[in-house]
């Protein structure tokens, strides 16, 4: 009597030839999938006239303003428990950014976004902010910061994440530090220096 096929393989072999098959199977359909994307392609990056990337410092300072009948600065999530943090709260923004600590220097652009108090444990914040500049080339071009910022640390570092117009394809870090805080107000102003790369 002649045994059957499969049943001469041993079982453990019979096993990995099936995980094999299996495998391989995956691999054929996510490369033959490749192929099949019309929606992406290569680009040159001339054609985006994308030229030699460079390192640029901008130095500016951040005017968060809570205070007076024109506050920058807005809660719009008040803390939802009894939180020595309070955290959840929310604020939107649309902060000066000038060239000199004095509000009244030269105006080179907003900070527009929110932060949040997002630690349980400490003053830390969530910031989500465009770096909208009005002044020279730069006028309508952004950088957007998105990262923590623990507000009693001396120098509070947060990534650069993009941007746009002369901008576009930006990527780096900021350096916060206080310059200075009112307590009875409640106002602050922070020196920004940014180090971004960019074409």
Known sequence: MQVPTMARIPPIFATQLIVLSLVSSFALILVQ???NHDFVRAMDRDL???KKEKLSHFRLYWHDIVSGKNPSSIGVVKSPGNSSTFFGAVSMI???LTEKPELSSKLLGRAQGFYALASQHEFALLMAMNFHFVQGKYNGSTITVLGRNQVFNEVREMPVIGG??????AR???EARTHTFTPSTGDAIVEYNCYVLHY
């Open 172 to 174: 780096g870090y900021v």
């Open 33 to 35: 999938g490749e192929d």
């Open 164 to 169: 746009s117009g002369l901008f576009r394809f």
């Open 48 to 50: 985006l006239g994308l």
């Open 94 to 96: 649309d902060n000066p």
